[in-house]
């Protein structure tokens, strides 16, 4: 089993068996007890993206995954949609990030440093999500 695939597993487990409070519960707890905020980045095609070409085969998307795989201590997941796999198609979403970061910032920063955003392949929305909890599928 890959690192990368291993350290995701082991953190889901962990997430499955401590659990994120989110919201006001969140707030209410404890400096000592607070949890590492969770952030979803939700990526589209960006100005460079080339429509005759499926994901993994557009320019600049083996140093996308490079990226994800130098951060992996940070991310709980990373994947395509299976909808953006083929060329063309109507959906522009072509993947989402979860990562975990103390603050919005480092998040958007972290994002901001992906070669596919900075290269314009692709663009992210990254938003705080208030998970309770991630299972093990």
Avoid at 18 to 43: C, E, K, L
Wanted: glycine share 8%.
């Amino acid at each position: 089993m890959r690192t990368s695939t291993r350290f995701t597993l082991t953190i889901l487990a962990m997430l499955v068996t401590i659990g994120f409070q989110s919201g006001a519960h969140h707030a209410a707890q404890s400096p000592a007890t607070q949890r590492t905020p969770v952030f979803v980045a939700i990526y589209d095609r960006g100005p460079a993206w080339d429509e005759s070409k499926g994901t993994l085969q557009q320019t600049g998307i083996a140093e996308h995954s490079q990226f994800l795989r130098a951060n992996s201590e940070k991310l709980i997941a990373a994947a395509p949609f299976q909808q953006a796999l083929a060329p063309g198609g109507s959906d522009r979403t072509v993947g989402m990030v979860i990562t975990l970061a103390a603050t919005q910032e480092e998040a958007e920063s972290l994002i901001a440093g992906d070669p596919a955003i900075a290269g314009k392949l692709m663009t992210a929305t990254v938003r705080r999500w208030l998970v309770d909890r991630v299972k093990n599928y």
